[in-house]
């Protein structure tokens, strides 16, 4: 693993080692101290030509746990908003030695071009690329999922967390928008690489033309879905209400008939089983795709994706910068054994 | 326009031993940018004309009629940065062609007769290959009002196709007017298909590639249905129809029917649809971004059966330039297009005639012979896409089927680098390339016209 740049590159073998490092990494997190001194001296670039303030302080965050020195270069108040090109942008990170390069951009498939075309060295990292994919969204996730439900009890897991296991025969749903969202992408190869069975419930306008090869169930009706898979976890992705406004007079008539047919309220939530835990990447749009009582519920795991997502943001440039990424040969970033 | 005006070959040239379109062995004697003789071969070097002629050995060649395209961006006026009408019609002459047909979309538009007398005047001064210009259908290519198409069919450019290429006349009504104008000057329309409310911010073919790598998808439907409306049109009002760069099987599908209805109509395809899919895509590398986008493999099989059936008429390079910093970047902010003028031959061999869809005659039909018909310069002083037979305009072009050629980018004539094929190696080479009996292409190379400075 050279960048991430798509959770369909990863084998399984690599997802599960990122997960059992974020599970070392998350461990740490847990000390007195967290910082680690394992990227010092080592300068990560965080490039982001879109505004995403959670993600980029979640990387942020990582980075320096780390001890890496963070560079963060956005599009506004900078070059970038001149009209300066990618390549450029690129060309001046390589020359100030830039050890990693995390990227945030909206046009799909930025990440690959930035590290396929021979205008920088240093591993990239897709932290979103337009409508293609967000692969560390994607791992929190599939971390968050394993923590609460591969453990050795369920819905109670240790603090290190499970290590070395997959998502086999877990049933997992995914509800919304799935046409612009690159976390539904990134979820649905990286959840069945690890052996998670996937199911989209989306209205037809929200799913891309293609959509039928991806190795997912589709559904159109989230109650349906609800009562037939059983789901162990359901995601609940972003709806945004410009969606409303676009081409053709939208993608769905209202928000309100959006919130009848695919929100998730306390009616739904009661129709879950009782292990069953609720996912949404954020921002939340309280009371279109997900209700307050659904967002604040114990079932919720919200908030903890937010913490998750910085222990696996460190592993993920864990294994990158100190080419630690063949998996089976043991590696102990945090000094201590893998017990 | 008076024939003294078109500089003809000086002196005669003898090409032995060639293969005429793929047919048996013959000694063609050019003189005065006219085919003289066409015999058995050595039989003409008895006679006395030929003492002084200059001699081709055409041995392992085979002569095609000089390619006509109907389909050309030379950008200039405007993007010389991307190429000039020199360096696009030498690369013309380098690809086997002997007249390109220019499009509209430059800056300004070729909206007047002013602006299509001005391109028709730069390639007579080039001289490396006949330029006939496009006019466009509306105004500044703003699918709002006519251009005055009657202004540049009397023009000394004598504009004969019509065409917004780059946009779609996607008004009906604007559609109608334009087809019905034309038929006073059997003129054509040259539609770009792509309906534009169906392909807003439009990256690629929308399909299972599209989904998975997240580019905003260009559907085949909004190509087909622009089609259906426009041969429904041409019906309607009794007018001639060309459609551009058809690109989807469905497309192939309704062409086949109103063919079938007897409506008039002509379609072209790309050497690029006819080789690849959309499937390249997924290198993000924008140097396959192209409008309309590469598809499928299935369309690309449809568009080859229809080629070889006859259903697809011609095909057409939309030969597109643009300068580096246009494709080196993301895919999103790229350019679309790609460069065409100097493999379109070497790829209708790879996937037509090597493949043994078609003979060498059929690629003189759909490369020369119907795009000069439909360009309606295959008569006249100019007169392009005739066969190679005595008395006709010495326009030829000499391959080498045998050849095998790597795809560099950055030595092609064009003034850009933009070839998807970059890398590639194809088959066949253009060894030699005659129009009206001057070698504008020898052993391979291009040869510049003594006289240039005198035009």
């Not at chain 1, 047919?261 to 939340?284: F, S, T």
């Not at chain 2, 006519?146 to 023009?155: C, N, P, Q, V």
């Not at chain 2, 190679?388 to 050629?405: H, K, M, S, W, Y």
Request: proline share 5%; hydrophobic share 40%; charged share 20%.
């Amino acid at each position: 693993m050279r960048h991430l740049l798509s959770t369909s590159d990863l084998s399984l073998e690599e997802a599960v080692r990122i997960l059992d490092t974020t599970a070392q990494m998350a461990a740490t997190q847990e000390r007195e101290v967290k910082k680690l001194p394992t990227l010092r001296g080592r300068t990560v670039v965080n490039l982001f030509f879109e505004d995403s303030t959670r993600t980029r302080i979640s990387f942020e965050t990582a980075a320096k746990r780390l001890s890496a020195d963070v560079i963060n270069f956005s599009a506004k108040g900078s070059s970038l908003s001149k009209g300066e090109s990618l390549k450029d942008t690129a060309l001046t990170l390589k020359a100030m030695g830039a050890d990693a390069v995390i990227i945030r951009h909206q046009a799909s498939g930025a990440p690959y071009t930035l590290a396929h075309a021979g205008w920088l060295d240093a591993p990239v990292i897709n932290a979103g690329d337009g409508t293609h994919q967000h692969p560390t969204q994607a791992l929190l996730d599939a971390y968050t999922i394993r923590r609460h439900l591969m453990g050795e009890t369920m819905g109670e897991p240790d603090s290190i967390g499970v290590v070395g296991k997959d998502l086999s025969g877990l049933k997992i749903v995914i509800v919304g928008d799935v046409l612009h969202s690159r976390v539904a992408r990134a979820n649905v190869y990286l959840l069945s690489t690890l052996g998670a069975q996937v199911t989209l419930v989306s209205p037809p306008t929200l799913l891309p033309v293609g959509v039928e090869t991806w190795p997912c169930q589709i559904s159109y009706h989230l109650d349906e879905a609800i009562d037939q898979v059983q789901p162990d976890a359901i995601m609940m992705l972003r709806v945004q209400r410009e969606r409303m406004s676009s081409a053709g007079g939208g993608f769905f008539p209202s928000p309100l008939e959006y919130t009848r047919i695919y929100g998730l309220d306390a009616k739904r939530l009661g129709r879950l089983p009782e292990h069953a835990i609720v996912l949404h990447p954020g921002p939340m749009n309280r009371g279109l795709e997900i209700s307050a009582q659904a967002a604040d519920s114990p079932r919720s795991v919200i908030v903890e994706q937010v913490a998750n997502g910085v222990a696996v943001r460190m592993a993920v440039l864990y294994l990158l910068l100190t080419g630690e990424s063949s998996a089976g040969t043991a590696a102990h970033p945090t000094g201590k054994e893998n017990s | 326009m008076t024939s003294a005006h078109i500089p003809n070959g000086e002196g005669s040239v003898l090409i032995t031993n060639v293969s005429i379109v793929g047919y048996e062995r013959k000694d063609v004697l050019i003189d005065d940018g006219v085919i003289v003789d066409i015999a058995a071969p050595g039989a003409l070097a008895q006679d006395e004309s030929v003492a002084e002629a200059t001699v081709i050995d055409g041995a392992g060649l085979i002569a095609l009629p000089g390619l006509v395209d109907l389909h050309t961006h030379l950008r200039e006026p405007g993007r010389e940065d991307a190429e000039t009408v020199e360096s696009g019609t030498r690369a013309a002459a380098a690809g086997g062609f002997t007249a390109v047909h220019a499009m509209a979309n430059t800056s300004p538009v070729q909206d007047t007769a002013g602006v299509v007398e001005q391109v028709a005047r730069l390639g007579d001064e080039a001289g490396w290959v006949d330029v006939f210009p496009i006019g466009a259908v509306s105004i500044g290519l703003a699918g709002e009002q006519l251009a005055e198409l009657g202004a540049m069919a009397d023009s000394a450019a004598r504009v004969r196709v019509f065409s917004d290429d780059g946009k779609c006349v996607a008004d009906p009504v604007l559609m109608r007017r334009a087809l019905e104008y034309v038929k006073a000057f059997d003129g054509v329309i040259a539609q770009h298909a792509q309906e534009p409310r169906l392909t807003e911010n439009a990256q690629m073919n929308e399909g299972i590639v599209s989904a998975e790598i997240g580019l905003a998808g260009w559907p085949a439907v909004a190509e087909e249905a622009i089609i259906a409306r426009d041969v429904l049109l041409a019906e309607h009002v009794g007018s001639r129809l060309h459609v551009c760069h058809l690109s989807t099987a469905g497309s192939v599908e309704i062409i086949r029917w109103a063919k079938s209805r007897g409506i008039n109509v002509t379609a072209e395809v790309t050497p690029h649809h006819l080789l690849l899919t959309d499937e390249l895509a997924r290198t993000y590398n924008p140097i396959y971004k192209v409008n309309p986008p590469l598809r499928t493999e299935a369309d690309v099989e449809a568009v080859r059966e229809g080629l070889a059936d006859g259903t697809i008429d011609i095909v057409a390079t939309d030969h597109a330039p643009h300068p580096r910093e246009d494709k080196d970047c993301e895919w999103a902010a790229a350019a679309f297009g790609m460069t065409g003028l100097e493999t379109a031959l070497s790829v209708v061999q790879q996937t037509m005639v090597d493949t043994g869809r078609m003979t060498w005659a059929d690629v003189a039909r759909v490369l020369s012979q119907n795009p000069a018909r439909i360009g309606r310069v295959n008569e006249g002083p100019r007169a392009q896409g005739r066969p190679i037979a005595v008395g006709e305009p010495a326009n030829i072009t000499l391959i080498d089927p045998q050849a095998e050629r790597p795809v560099d980018a950055a030595e092609q004539q064009t003034a850009s680098t933009n070839s998807p094929l970059h890398g590639r190696t194809l088959p066949g080479a253009v060894m030699a390339t005659f129009l009206r009996g001057r070698a504008t292409v020898l052993d391979g190379q291009p040869v510049a016209r003594t006289d240039k400075s005198a035009s």
